[in-house]
């Protein structure tokens, strides 16, 4: 991923920075210019929750080749509490003991190494809370 | 608004076409759709193509297209929306005929994806999801789905060989389909034996990478009475719907709100009901999305899908026949021709020339494509007259 494109989702991947709509109080993430729901236009910054629930997973065997040297791993859909709903990996977990609604907790890793001269890509993981 | 007719189709068999070019292979198809309609010109074009940038370094396929079907200088659009790109394409078509804008119209679709490396096509298709918030983090496509197939057992009670049950039978069904690139019939054992890909769904339960093209030919129909001898299908519903391009963003994992969208808005057109469907061809990119999709469509009650797959409810002989023509997992998937391969299917079994897997007297035929995890879905129906 070219720098610049890196450097951008900075607040949302080191900082876990969300939009919370003024009109209705709903949560993006990422941040939106307008809320789905009401319209409304004016949102005030809030921090995601480090704490979810687990709504589904895989386990990734076929990875894309940044991620091989990971493979296998573990995916999931995670609904952070207040509702905010991600998909990260699920790292430090047995990968034959995940379960729908086990609880998670979000931690800032390591995602994948750019290449041989490229950046380090970092951002959030879920691991059991 | 004009009432529309589809009067020709071509598809030409499809695979791994390594001795053909994108150019090749989409003009084969659409001269035989031409020729299948009888006419000698048509007046204007729209082509459903992914991602020509990425599997061929090739843009700017209106240009390109048109100039090697030797129709310069018709006006022509490349049209996309990740796998539903054929869909929307024909429907495009369908908006410029119905609106009078043009009277002869082709609409066709093409991918050539096996010019690439598996980790480049891997790539190209991942540019459907998000790629700042589920790419990045290492998801492929069939762990989308997987995702999606985990979520329906735990919440329904889809079982693993429901799942392997879709790809039985739409194997058996294009083992009668010439056309096909994988024909072979497999079983319940073969799937559940195959190679883990993203738990739950293994090798079998993915469609393939295809290189392949599909095209129709529509027109106005007072002309089609005019121009064609065969049976006159008519396009009566259309809809197209988008829904959040990250699957983690919608409120239920196993449910496709596009295509459910798309369903109300082409049966409320249509004046149909999903009873009324003689036969459909949906998008079965993988095994579980054949089960939401005709679940979303009202085809079989939400959470059953699996289960009336497993009753063969939607094989050839049961009440729905989904995916006749092999679906996309057998027929194969290039992933802008298969919106347009579903209507050539439904096109030829509402004419009565499907052969072997024809569906007896069927007089409704749907089809359903969709972009990515179901971020974009384009419903069609049609009805011979
Ligand atoms: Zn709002």
Redesign the interface.
């Known amino acids: 991923?070219p720098s610049p494109r890196y450097w951008r989702?900075i607040p949302q991947r080191y900082r876990l920075e969300a939009s919370k709509c003024k009109g209705c109080g709903k949560v993006f993430f990422?941040p939106r210019l307008v809320c789905s729901s009401c319209k409304s236009r004016e949102f005030e910054m809030v921090k995601l929750e480090r704490e979810g629930k687990l709504?589904?997973?895989?386990?990734?065997?076929?990875?894309?080749?940044q991620?091989t040297d990971?493979s296998p791993?573990a995916?999931?859909?995670?609904e952070l509490n207040g509702g905010v709903?991600?998909?990260?990996?699920i790292a430090d977990c047995n990968l034959d003991k995940l379960e729908?609604g086990q609880k998670l907790r979000i931690e800032f890793r390591k995602?994948?190494n750019e290449g041989e001269a490229g950046i380090i890509?970092y951002?959030y993981?879920c691991v059991p809370a | 608004m004009r009432e529309v007719a589809i009067i020709g189709v071509g598809m030409n068999k499809w695979g791994e076409l390594w001795n053909k070019s994108l150019r090749d292979v989409f003009t084969e198809a659409a001269l035989l759709a031409i020729d299948d309609a009888g006419v000698d010109h048509i007046d204007s074009m729209y082509v459903g193509c992914m991602s020509s940038g990425l599997f061929v370094g090739q843009e700017h396929l209106s240009s390109l297209l048109a100039d090697y079907l030797g129709t310069n200088p018709i006006p022509a659009a490349r049209i996309e929306s990740a796998c539903a790109s054929g869909g929307l394409a024909l429907r495009l078509g369908f908006i410029e005929v119905a609106s009078g804008t043009s009277d002869i119209v082709l609409a066709g679709g093409v991918e050539k994806m096996t010019d690439v490396a598996v980790?480049g096509a891997?790539?190209a298709l991942?540019t459907a999801a998000d790629q700042?918030?589920?790419?990045?983090?290492?998801?492929?496509f069939?762990?989308l789905y997987?995702?999606?197939a985990?979520?329906h057992m735990?919440k329904y009670g889809t079982t693993r060989e429901q799942l392997a049950q879709v790809a039985v039978k739409n194997h058996h069904n294009g083992s009668m389909n010439p056309l096909a690139q994988f024909p072979q019939k497999v079983t319940v054992e073969n799937v559940m034996k195959s190679v883990?890909?993203?738990?739950?769904?293994r090798i079998l339960d993915c469609s393939p990478i295809t290189d392949g093209a599909a095209a129709a030919i529509l027109c106005p129909m007072d002309l089609a009475k005019k121009i064609t001898k065969k049976p006159l299908v008519k396009i009566i519903g259309s809809g197209n719907a988008t829904d959040t391009i990250?699957?983690?963003?919608r409120d239920d994992?196993t449910e496709i709100g596009s295509t459910k969208v798309a369903g109300e808005k082409a049966f409320k057109m249509a004046g149909k009901k999903p009873e009324n469907i003689d036969l459909a061809e949906v998008h079965d990119c993988f095994t579980i999305a054949e089960i939401c999709v005709i679940e979303a469509l009202g085809l079989v009650d939400k959470g059953k899908g699996g289960k009336a797959t497993e009753d063969g409810l939607t094989a050839l002989d049961g009440k729905i026949p989904i995916n006749t023509s092999g679906g996309l997992k057998s027929k194969g998937h290039p992933v802008g021709a298969t919106g347009v391969a579903q209507v050539c299917e439904v096109v030829k079994q509402l004419r009565g020339e499907a052969g072997d897997r024809q569906i007896k007297g069927a007089k409704v035929g749907l089809t359903q494509n969709m972009g990515g995890s179901g971020g974009s879905s384009v419903v069609h129906i049609m009805e011979v007259v």
């Open positions: 991923m989702e990422p709504i589904t997973y895989t386990i990734i065997r076929v990875p894309p080749s991620f990971q791993y995916m999931g859909v995670v709903k991600i998909l990260s990996q729908i995602i994948y890509c951002g993981k | 980790d891997t790539f991942s700042e918030y589920e790419v990045y983090h290492g998801i492929t069939p762990g997987a995702m999606m985990r979520a735990h883990m890909i993203a738990d739950p769904l990250a699957l983690h963003s994992i």
